[in-house]
């Protein structure tokens, strides 16, 4: 079993930045990968972009250059990712969603946070 947590949505102005993590707990070792989506009102949910447990991410042509995905040293059981957003549009604006992938597949989610981006 996976639990994750995210945080660190909020509202933020045009060319503003912020930074969302998400800590995974539990069966931690079983991660293959972590993901960013998100899903704005009346959209499809759509990938951001990955990380793999070697550290190699790939991104969603819309965020390549602004988003950037990392990982923080893991501790107390838990293995944290981040999400750092720079100069975010207020297209950045839903609801977004970190996910862990075993044996290929996203199949744990966290509940999602928001981000709101006001021009």
């Known amino acids: 079993q996976l639990q994750l947590v995210e945080s660190g949505g909020g509202l933020v102005q045009a060319g503003g930045s912020l930074r969302l993590s998400c800590a995974a707990s539990g069966n931690i070792f079983m991660i293959n990968a972590m993901g960013w989506f998100r899903q704005a009102p009346g959209k499809q949910r759509e990938l951001v972009g990955t990380i793999t447990t070697r550290g190699i991410t790939n991104y969603t042509q819309s965020v390549e250059g602004r988003f950037t995905i990392g990982r923080d040293n893991a501790k107390d059981g838990k293995n944290t990712v981040y999400l750092l957003m720079n100069s975010l549009k207020p297209e950045d604006t839903a609801v977004y969603y970190c996910?862990?992938?075993?044996?290929?597949?996203?199949?744990?989610w966290g509940q999602g946070t928001q981000v709101t981006v006001s021009s």
């Open positions: 996910a862990a992938a075993i044996l290929g597949t996203f199949s744990s």
